[in-house]
């Protein structure tokens, strides 16, 4: 009897016809050997389907071809509904897992300091379409370790900071995500939504390891995500934005937003997006506001 906590990875595809293949052995070649795989194919317009459909031939694994395409946050709920596994992998077709990615991360769930843990992330190696080295999320030593590790833990202040976290790297408990009741279908892309609502509610712990390889494809949403004409994503950051002034608590974590805020304002005159410019910059006002207020209540108190 296996006595390994099980892991579901669920693998969503979308026009992953190149890649498709070699990111689904990267799973199946795991050193993990206790996994559920549930593939899900967002209505793609290549070959990806029949790729995906020689590679299931005689092996037990579930797959779901959606008829339309209803976007990366509806697609995994719609996979996660049907997950057993009490650890959940979100994976694009075209980025890769390590072989001891999953043994590696359930290894740190299982050795946390950490009680309240609820995702695990490590660092990524970003490739090009034909599999070239770009960089790594964190820069390496001598010895293939971060230079720099990121925060572990409370993380909440920093990632609502600034950007971090890989998406690609999180193994994550799936009572987070049921308790997050998934992804928020209302936005465009997920992780940053995920990243703010269960940091907020959860521990996170990194792996100081190399454990995913996530290909830069010209047409993905991380290229389009500054991008004029590509995807606009502006409009989900914004209401991820909104959002976190209700999940803060004090002036720090509002002044963390704050930065990101600028960020993002910069993005809207980098792409001449001037409704979201005025968005962001109203959202800027009433965060300043409240640490005014925030700020004069101290004195007061003070005083008395």
């Not at 317009?45 to 299931?56: A, G, H, L, P, V």
């Not at 890769?96 to 590696?104: F, H, P, Q, R, S």
């Not at 993380?155 to 997050?180: C, D, E, G, Q, R």
Request: glycine share 2%; net charge positive.
């Amino acid at each position: 009897m296996n006595k390994k906590p099980l892991v579901t990875v669920i693998c969503i595809c979308h026009n992953h016809m190149d890649y498709v293949v070699e990111s689904l052995n990267s799973v199946i070649n795991q050193t993990y050997n206790n996994i559920e795989i549930i593939i899900i194919d967002d209505a793609s317009k290549d070959d990806s389907i029949i790729k995906i459909k020689e590679w299931i031939a005689h092996k037990d694994i579930l797959f779901i071809e959606n008829k339309e395409n209803i976007g990366n946050t509806k697609t995994f709920n719609k996979a996660l509904a049907l997950a057993k596994g009490e650890y959940i992998l979100d994976l694009a077709t075209d980025d890769i897992l390590t072989t001891t990615c999953i043994e590696n991360q359930i290894y740190r769930f299982k050795n946390s300091k950490y009680k309240n843990l609820g995702v695990v992330f490590s660092n990524m190696e970003r490739i090009d379409e034909n599999g070239n080295h770009i960089s790594y999320q964190y820069d390496l030593n001598n010895e293939n370790k971060a230079k720099q590790k990121p925060p572990t833990g409370d993380i909440y202040k920093f990632i609502i900071h600034s950007y971090f976290l890989s998406a690609p790297t999180m193994l994550i408990k799936k009572n987070v995500l049921k308790k997050l009741k998934g992804y928020d279908e209302n936005l465009s892309y997920e992780d940053l939504d995920f990243w703010f609502r269960s940091s907020r509610l959860f521990e996170y712990d990194y792996v100081d390891k190399v454990l995913v390889k996530k290909r830069i494809l010209k047409e993905s949403l991380s290229s389009n995500f500054t991008k004029r004409r590509g995807i606009n994503l502006g409009k989900s950051t914004y209401k991820v934005c909104k959002k976190a002034i209700y999940l803060n608590k004090n002036k720090e974590e509002h002044k963390a937003l704050i930065n990101r805020i600028i960020y993002e304002l910069r993005l809207a005159i980098k792409n001449y997006n001037v409704i979201l410019f005025i968005k962001f910059f109203a959202l800027l006002l009433r965060l300043q506001t409240k640490i005014w207020i925030s700020s004069q209540w101290d004195r007061l108190q003070f005083l008395f």
